[in-house]
């Protein structure tokens, strides 16, 4: 967004609200905009001078600071202060807006005024790290794009490269403390596979926020979905409960209104609760389920399934942010997935999340909250505007194309070869097909890197208001992509790609160490350990608390089941799906009908040679086969099993 306009926003707020404190519960996005320039544009500037970042700010500073994140610098007036040989002073005049840098032995006369021209300033659009300008809406080019993101990393924009230890400095320090009710910042997106950051083997992909986190975090090496694919995943992720138990057993199916999330389950008024980004629950842009504070960033493919009732009219959050910034709306007074593949960063749905996180962020930084953001990409459309940020080299085909050598169910090879554009097996593997598939595999890095640098964001306001030793952080995806391996795409597969996530949890106020589990777990465990940080038992959900194994400890008995649930429109047909995956590296998969799979993952980790039925393998198989019908009984699920 132009700096002009986020003046203009700030002028606007500075006449209507009657104190900085009511301007800043009012923050919204052009607000956010303006608050990162100050913070990647100065703060990093200030730094390259030689201050460092952990020189604590001076009162006038922190009053400063407070002023210009809560929108109470107003217009026609200038701030400035001297810090390190340099003075800074912010000016704003009519429409324009700009912060600029003097040697302070460059200033002369008893007025202070600069007797020779700024070193640099940055004025008229929203900087990058280090004064790196993001492109304008009209003059998106590959060139300036990817130059304002490699600005960024390179400049540490809120955070660092892996292995650097600077942090942000905290500004605006928060009243709260360690010790009082911790927060919670679950971050999580759509699609996204386990080897997408370095935690998991990946050192290609640029997404140095993720790097960051996990390198701080307790990384589970092995965990699960419920269910390898949306609606039945998110609902587990938010309740606690198995698809079958919640009765979200395929995608758009809306949640019960009698269904508790977290905030509904831990029933606790103190916190401020928030609900950011995709939702696929049911009623896509309304508040609902405990969630005071609502911003939904899709509408148009979820209308058809509002409630009764629902205004169908209404829109979505990034919507009304897209509107205001001039961009006028399709079809059906509507922005499609593909219309948002075409916008630069600053524009895109991460960018929109991160600053509407960071408005949630620092507005309530004197209480306790949970606030829960949910990105859509690496999810389908693979296109972004940093298509071009990885190389082929850098995003390699793998398990390509990984045809398996024993028995396969039908509806999986039916679906192979509707991926492959209807060719029928055998006819091998096209160049066509490896270099359409090689492009989706650069897109689908770029979009892990649009998300890291909102996370980045993010991460970087927890930082700045200091709060984040107090802060439990989760991050995770509701299922994988296949991206070619066994010759498939998407999900909905209970091959490792599509059921394996990442998930990082970091907790400073439990003293945790960072770590790896290696057990196998599953993300109905999510709800019990989410419930068990903030104060709260387990109200009897089928999952039990990761806390034991967050403090180094492990489970005797650490099977995870993932089911799959019959889908016509997702998985062309194919069958039910009961499956456990051990700690001792097997994965059962049971289908109602149509072929089993047993895969030894120590001699397979790529899942090529079904062993199922194979006499050698005979007292594994009943083995995991007891242990999915014990599950069964615990969790009252009905499913037919294949005779044995």
């Not at 400890?553 to 019959?566: E, L, Y």
Request: with cysteine; aromatic share 8%; hydrophobic share 35%.
């Amino acid at each position: 967004m132009a700096a002009d306009g986020i003046c203009d926003r700030d002028n606007r707020v500075e006449r209507n609200e009657a104190s900085a404190t009511a301007t800043l519960r009012t923050l919204n996005t052009a607000q956010a905009v303006y608050a990162e320039t100050y913070r990647s544009g100065f703060t990093n500037t200030l730094t390259k001078l030689g201050a460092g970042t952990d020189a604590q700010p001076d009162a006038s500073h922190a009053d400063l600071v407070d002023r210009v994140l809560s929108g109470g610098v107003p217009g026609g007036t200038s701030t400035s202060f001297e810090r390190a040989g340099y003075r800074f002073a912010y000016t704003t005049g009519g429409a324009r807006c700009r912060w600029a840098i003097w040697r302070i032995d460059s200033w002369s006369g008893s007025g202070r005024t600069p007797s020779a021209a700024p070193m640099g300033y940055t004025s008229g659009r929203t900087p990058g790290a280090g004064g790196a300008a993001l492109p304008r809406r009209n003059m998106i080019t590959r060139r300036a794009t990817l130059q304002a993101v490699a600005g960024a990393i390179a400049g540490g924009f809120a955070a660092t490269l892996p292995g650097a230890t600077t942090q942000a400095p905290a500004l605006v320090r928060s009243q709260r403390r360690p010790g009082d009710k911790p927060n919670l910042l679950f971050l999580w997106t759509d699609q996204q596979r386990s080897d997408t950051m370095g935690a998991y083997g990946n050192t290609r992909f640029r997404v140095p926020a993720m790097n960051r986190l996990a390198s701080q975090s307790v990384v589970f090496d092995r965990s699960y979905v419920t269910q390898p694919v949306c609606t039945p995943s998110r609902c587990s992720v938010m309740t606690g409960l198995w698809p079958h138990q919640s009765g979200c057993v395929r995608n758009n199916i809306a949640m019960n209104a009698e269904t508790k999330t977290v905030p509904e389950l831990l029933n606790d008024a103190a916190y401020r609760t928030g609900y950011m980004g995709k939702w696929h629950l049911g009623d896509e842009v309304f508040a609902q389920h405990g969630f005071a504070e609502w911003q939904a960033i899709e509408d148009t493919i979820y209308r058809k399934f509002y409630s009764a009732g629902r205004d169908k009219s209404a829109r979505s959050a990034y919507h009304h942010f897209l509107v205001s910034l001039g961009y006028k709306p399709e079809e059906d007074n509507s922005f499609s997935r593909n219309f948002a593949t075409t916008l630069p960063v600053e524009h895109s749905k991460p960018s929109f999340l991160a600053n509407e996180a960071s408005n949630f962020i620092l507005k309530h930084r004197a209480e306790p909250w949970m606030l829960y953001v949910n990105f859509l990409e690496p999810h389908t459309p693979f296109s972004s505007a940093l298509n071009d940020l990885h190389s082929e080299e850098d995003t390699p085909l793998k398990n390509y194309p990984g045809t398996p050598l024993g028995p396969e169910p039908e509806a999986y090879k039916l679906r192979r070869q509707q991926t492959a554009g209807g060719k029928k097996k055998g006819t091998g593997v096209s160049a066509e097909d490896r270099a359409r598939l090689l492009r989706q595999a650069r897109n689908y890095a770029g979009l892990c890197s649009l998300v890291d640098q909102a996370l980045n964001r993010i991460l970087w306001m927890l930082e700045v208001t200091g709060q984040a030793q107090n802060t439990v952080i989760f991050y995770t995806s509701d299922h994988g992509e296949m991206m070619g391996a066994h010759g498939f795409m998407a999900k909905s597969l209970m091959y490792e790609e599509a059921m394996h996530v990442p998930l990082l949890v970091r907790a400073p106020f439990r003293q945790l160490k960072p770590h790896r589990v290696t057990q196998p777990v599953s993300h109905i465990d999510i709800v019990p350990t989410v419930l068990e940080f903030l104060g709260k038992k387990n109200p009897g959900l089928s999952g039990r608390s990761l806390v034991p194994m967050l403090e180094g400890g492990t489970r005797p008995d650490s099977n995870v089941i993932v089911q799959w649930n019959s889908d016509k429109n997702e998985d062309a047909g194919a069958p039910n799906a009961r499956t456990i995956i051990s700690p001792d590296g097997y994965k059962l998969v049971l289908h109602d009908r149509d072929v089993s799979m047993l895969f030894d993952r120590n001699k397979d980790p790529q899942e090529l040679r079904n062993v199922y039925g194979k006499p050698e393998y005979a007292a594994v198989q009943a083995r995991l086969r007891k242990k999915i019908e014990e599950w069964q009984k615990q969790t009252n699920d009905k499913q037919a099993l294949p005779g044995t």
